[in-house]
């Protein structure tokens, strides 16, 4: 199928394509689960939870301000990757304020798995007569 050079245009200013499902139920649980260590430690249940409740749960009363800390930067990373994917969104030539909204968003919430897609994506270049 051969598509007119407006139409292509337009559908590189409206890239867009969601992140795996691997990697977001990662970035999902992980940072579920270190909400649910700074927040509320004393309802977790360590002995369950094998070598990884041992480990938590001596952070967890030794180290909760290093925690705590750690958790604030890795949002404010987050945040980081989401204004680069902005940065990346006009660089590559996606223009649509919706589509660049869902890559902000996007990545906002699972980091590098949407940014890795943005970081790979290459748009065609047009030739230049």
Known sequence: MVMAKSEASRDATAYFRSARLLPVL???LGLG???WVVFWPQSIPYQSLGPLGS???YLAGHHPILLRNGYWLAWLIHVGESLYALVLCKYNGITNPRT???WFLQT???GVASLSILIAYR???QKRT
């Open 108 to 110: 906002f919430l699972f």
């Open 123 to 125: 748009p065609k270049r």
């Open 100 to 102: 660049q909204l869902l």
């Open 26 to 28: 990662i970035t999902v």
């Open 55 to 57: 480990f938590t749960q």
């Open 33 to 35: 689960y270190f909400t």
